[in-house]
């Protein structure tokens, strides 16, 4: 049995088709459009998926999307006539769009997969789940655990912003939910608004950021805007917010609150933006600790499995797992809407078709979440040709001793290899690598190659037999989203004059052996390589920890500031031809920035909007 899950029209459109409970394929749309979080229907993606596949939309037994737009459309009735006739202006500009297109979704559904199949039966086969179960799903079904607690935060689904399930085998049964207008996601949402970022692609530089500044002003928040109850369960005073009636997130009330008018885009960071980072970073920290331990308390599992936005904070997740109020903690890699595509599918497989599930207790299903297209070397030699790029073709094991002895030398690598991710981050396929030793190379790559801001740091890959050799925890993070500390005999010793510097000024100073992948407070976001899932990028880190004795890599996503993640081998050279990137290294073949024809080098740094 085939079912093709959807997620569209809100942010982060994908697809994602299983076969018989197995993940074949997922992907999200941006990255063959190459339009950020592109929100439009997902033709490109479903494409690739049915190929993936080996057939075409006949042969998929149902199709399923991530949400209920008629429960969505409820909402946005119910929260207007609550709230008039403030936000009659934000109504009136809304309400075109749904009448247009989001209330009669299914016939607009019905009529983009008839490009597909004209004689599909979409009366029988078109399935919607709720958003909420769509993101559990997607983090309970290919969790490794027989039984688990699911824990779903985000913005907003159709009500729920924070809901909590317990999965048995093929079940998920949701016990309790939190509803707009009080979530956890926007409220980071508002404060990435309020310090100058964009919402909904922001947020994690505010967790970035946060580490440079003081949580100053979390008792604020605490007394006066977020009502953080024992249990975790909690309410927003909508005195402060304009997300349900206005065009911004936060008012003149918040502004007053916090001492002043929300920063422009690229206005200049001071240390009140970090304080504030900072500070509802530690109080969203606080909200999600009480929700666990609750639930824990609650339930008496073991498992935690969690998906939804507020799941991609993975300073949170970290303090969620060495805080041991579950012993194994899982968290989906496409975390966000994106991810829905997929939940909704195995939502229709388990749930609704009542299909069994098979769990190893071990390995979880999603492959390391390599579920994307990958490219054939006949294929990448000819598209590199045709985009007049000069390359030598090795072998395998000479691509890997070739990228090692170039990144020991100190250079940064684009890194292409089989099939692309599945969510927000880089995982070894289409990433960036460079030398974590390197003192400068933080800086380097965000001002040279990605075109963004210096305080965002970078992730370390390491080989997962070495982790705790280096970092203070020793459990599995293959997707990145586990934060954890450099061990001690690992970090550098500060002089008196280096701990006295606030805020960026923290910035250059090395504080470990590997400066480039430790954050100002010696923390790091851990990516741990697997010779099971990734070979080639586990040989890879081997090879350049036999020159340098170091297992780690400075891991970061193979695009700039602004672009979706490279798609393409096309894609890939097109970056490295308009960034700092010395080395490209794409399937066997290998590029040198030097042997290229000037004449290719593209003006890359404003191709993209601000992200």
Known sequence: MRILGVSAFYHDSAAALIEDGRIVAAAQEERFTRKKHDANFPVKAIEYCLDEGKTDLSGVDYVAFYDKPFLKFERLLETYVAFAPKGFASFRMAMPVWLREKLFQKSLLRKEFKKFSTDFDWDKKLLFAEHHQSHAASAFFPSPYEEAVVLTMDGVGEWATTSAGIGRGNSLVMIKEIHFPHSLGLLYSAFTYYTGFKVNSGEYKVMGLAPYGEPKYAQAILDNVLDLKDDGSFRLDQSYFEYCTGLRMTNGKFDALFGGPARSPEERLTQRHMDLAASVQAVVEEAVLRLTRSLAAETGAKNLCLAGGVALNCVANGKVLR??????????????????????????????????????????AMAGSYLGPAFAQDEIERRLKAAQAVFTTLSSDEVVDATADALADGKAIGWFQGRMEFGPRALGARSILADPRSPTMQKTLNLKVKFRESFRPFAPSVLREDLSDWFEIDSDSPYMLMVADVLQNRRRAMTAEENALFGIDKLNVPRSEIPSVTHVDYSARIQTVHKETNPRYHALITAFKERTGCPILVNTSFNVRGEPIVGTPEDAFRCFMGTGIEVLVVGNCILRKEDQDPALKVDYKDAFELD
């Open 323 to 364: 805080d041991g109020a579950f012993d194994n903690i899982w968290v989906q890699p496409a975390a966000g809407d994106a991810g829905g595509a997929l939940g909704a599918a195995l939502s229709a497989y388990h749930i609704h078709m009542g299909k069994p599930r098979t769990v190893n207790g071990a390995a979880d």
